[in-house]
C-alpha cells in the first residue's frame, strides 16, 4: 500500500505542481499524501502563473505551493516517486541509488509517454502539458486507489 508519492520535475513550478495538485485530488480520500519536488527546484518560487491559470480554468484552486529542491530524505520517505521524463529517472537514482524500483514515469500507462517542460513557451504549451499530466494521473489513480 502507496502512503506517500513524491512527483519529480526539474523546477517544480509547472509540471510537478500541476501533478500534485490533479493528484491529490484524483486521491483525495485514499489518504495518500502527495507532494512534489524538483531536481534543480527554483526554491521557494510560486506556482508558474500559466500552470495556475491552467489549473483554474479547470475547476483547480492551486494553494500556496512554493518550489522545493528534491533531497534524499523526501525520496526515503516516498512509496513512489513518479517522474516526468526519463532523464529524471536517472537524476532521482542519482541522488539515491536506492530508490530504483519506486522510479517511474507518471506516463507509465501511456506507453511510457515523457511529459515535456511547458516553461517559457506560452499558454498552449501549458494546455497541452494539464492534458497530458491529466489522462497520466487518472490512470495512476485507478491503479493507487483500489
Known amino acids: 500500500m502507496f502512503k506517500n508519492i513524491l512527483i519529480v520535475c526539474i523546477g517544480n513550478i509547472c509540471r510537478s505542481p500541476m501533478a500534485e495538485q ?4 484524483a486521491l483525495a480520500s485514499s489518504g495518500i ?3 512534489s519536488a524538483g531536481l534543480a527546484a527554483l526554491r521557494d518560487q510560486p506556482l508558474e502563473s ?3 491559470q491552467v489549473l483554474h480554468e479547470h475547476g483547480h ?3 500556496g505551493h512554493r518550489a522545493r529542491q528534491l533531497s534524499a530524505e523526501a525520496v526515503s520517505e516516498a512509496d513512489l516517486i513518479l517522474v516526468m521524463e526519463h532523464r529524471h529517472i536517472d537524476g532521482v537514482l542519482n541522488l539515491a541509488p536506492e530508490a530504483r524500483g519506486k522510479v517511474f514515469l507518471l506516463g507509465k500507462w501511456q ?3 515523457e511529459i515535456t517542460d511547458p516553461y517559457r513557451q506560452g ?3 501549458f494546455v497541452q502539458t494539464y ?3 491529466e489522462q497520466a494521473v487518472q490512470a495512476w489513480a485507478q491503479r493507487l486507489a483500489r
Open 123 to 125: 499558454k498552449p504549451a
Open 22 to 25: 490533479l493528484l491529490r485530488a
Open 61 to 63: 484552486v492551486p494553494q
Open 33 to 35: 499524501a502527495v507532494r
Open 111 to 113: 506507453h511510457d509517454r
Open 50 to 52: 500559466t500552470a495556475g
Open 131 to 133: 492534458a497530458l499530466i
